[in-house]
């Protein structure tokens, strides 16, 4: 048994849990967690936004800690090793993505780290923001940033991968303009990523305030969207533009940036459909809107490589585990800069 924050209900906040983790099997890892990060995707679910909110509900998907046992047929980790769990910890191996690398388009449907199917108790998967976590070696990811930066290594594990993948699919790199749309925890890894990939990287934020900070974290370029001069002298110009906002709004504004065959590519899931997009961006531009989700293991372990090799974390504010009601509040109000982090040490006090 081992200790857990999490909600009985919907419409109830969340509380210390005691909750069971299976032995770990013969592919197993066992994780004693250190820091877990928190994703608006675990406000939606634990306040059944989504629909579809299996109870209790234990979130997390931003995980890193150490190994405490393996099984015997695992090879690529050992007691005592650093590592992190990010968004899905199974799926079905054997359909094509799978076999691709592309685990989280898994035809079966793979499994999420937490309110996804499974054998034991409760009959779904309980997340991160618990004291341990067993999960199948395959879906395991070896973590060498320094010690001090663990905590905010965390939020890499969906807030960096949902954003690199997308970046190295169309390619961002020396000689391309890329747009990132949003200056929140998703958009605040983009544009570190993108920089570091050698892009020319323009941010775009609806708030004068955080121009400045844009320009921190590695923009060479700041266009507050809601200044129709500044985004029109940008008109043509991106090879690629990310957008990170998972807020219903209007797709117009960028589509009319893109080059010729540019695409502007979406990762955040609003709670309401954006107005349909205006079909003639896309047709006199062959321009293209697609989306993106999160990474398959192989390109989440690149990732890991490439934020260790370039120094790239998330901004972080660490908080208690009996706080998270408050960041989830604050979460809701934009107050973050730009990702909280759970210190799972908390939940002895």
């Not at 968004?87 to 499994?111: H, N």
């Not at 070696?137 to 690199?164: M, N, R, S, W």
């Not at 060479?220 to 990310?242: C, P």
């Not at 974390?313 to 009996?322: C, G």
Request: charged residues 20%; contains cysteine.
């Amino acid at each position: 048994m081992t200790k857990a924050y999490g909600a009985t209900a919907a419409d109830r906040p969340l509380e210390q849990l005691t909750i069971a983790r299976r032995a770990p099997g013969a592919h197993d890892v066992a994780i004693a967690i250190d820091y877990c990060g928190v994703c608006h995707s675990d406000l939606h679910t634990v306040r059944g936004e989504w629909g579809g909110t299996l109870f209790p509900c234990v979130p997390g998907h931003e995980i890193v800690g150490r190994v405490t046992a393996v099984g015997e047929h695992v090879s690529d980790f050992s007691v005592g090793d650093v590592v992190g769990v990010g968004c899905m910890v199974d799926s079905c191996q054997t359909c094509a993505p799978c076999e691709a690398g592309e685990e989280q388009y898994c035809e079966a449907g793979m499994t999420p780290t937490y309110n996804g199917s499974c054998e034991e108790a409760p009959g779904h998967t309980l997340g991160g923001y618990s004291q341990d976590i067993v999960v199948n070696d395959k879906f395991v990811l070896k973590v060498t940033h320094p010690t001090e930066q663990l905590a905010a290594v965390a939020p890499l594990l969906c807030a960096g991968i949902t954003t690199y993948s997308p970046l190295r699919h169309w390619q961002a790199g020396p000689g391309k303009k890329v747009g990132i749309v949003g200056i929140g925890g998703l958009g605040h890894v983009a544009v570190k990523l993108a920089k570091a990939m050698g892009a020319h990287v323009v941010a775009f934020t609806t708030s004068e305030s955080k121009r400045e900070d844009a320009l921190r974290l590695g923009a060479d370029e700041v266009v507050v969207s809601r200044n129709g001069d500044e985004m029109a002298a940008h008109t043509g110009s991106f090879d690629f533009i990310l957008d990170t906002v998972a807020a219903s709004h209007q797709l117009d504004a960028f589509t009319g940036l893109l080059k010729l065959d540019g695409t502007l590519t979406l990762v955040g899931l609003p709670d309401a459909p954006h107005p349909s997009p205006n079909i003639g961006y896309l047709i006199m531009g062959r321009r293209s809107i697609a989306g993106s989700l999160i990474g398959g293991i192989a390109e989440t372990q690149e990732m890991l490589d490439f934020c260790a090799e370039h120094g790239i974390t998330a901004d972080v504010e660490m908080i208690r585990a009996d706080g998270i009601d408050e960041a989830y509040e604050r979460m809701k109000r934009s107050d973050v800069k730009y990702r909280f982090v759970i210190d799972i040490a908390t939940m002895d006090a």
